[in-house]
């Protein structure tokens, strides 16, 4: 190796030191910005919101996906065709809403 030339293994060793001895705290640091009682107020909401309605939504995606794979159209356009053409832009769709959504309540 060239005395100009890094070696990357070593550098990203001691990153990795690094953020292994720090805490999550100190990594993800809270928003300054927002008062104590909308802090309590984030926090009752997000005790009192139930996950049960986005897991649903998801276990519906996730069958009308796995349905598609196993679709029974023939080779042949028509009805059946168009209807496997929606379900698939029902799963493209409904998955997009889910990342959407999980990303803005995260």
């Known amino acids: 190796m060239s005395p100009g030339e890094r070696d990357w293994s070593k550098e990203l060793a001691k990153i990795d030191k690094q953020l292994e001895s720090a805490s999550d705290a100190q ?4 928003k300054t910005g927002a008062s104590p009682t909308q802090k309590a107020e984030i926090a009752t909401e997000r005790a009192t919101t139930a996950s049960w ?12 996906g796995v349905g598609s794979l196993f679709w029974p159209y023939g ?3 028509g009805l059946g065709l168009v209807g496997y053409f929606i379900a698939n832009a029902l799963v493209v769709s409904s998955v997009g809403c889910r990342a959407v959504g999980t990303w803005r309540y995260h």
């Open 27 to 30: 990594l993800f640091p809270e």
């Open 53 to 64: 309605p986005a897991l649903l939504r998801l276990s519906l995606s996730v069958a009308l």
């Open 75 to 77: 080779t042949r356009c």
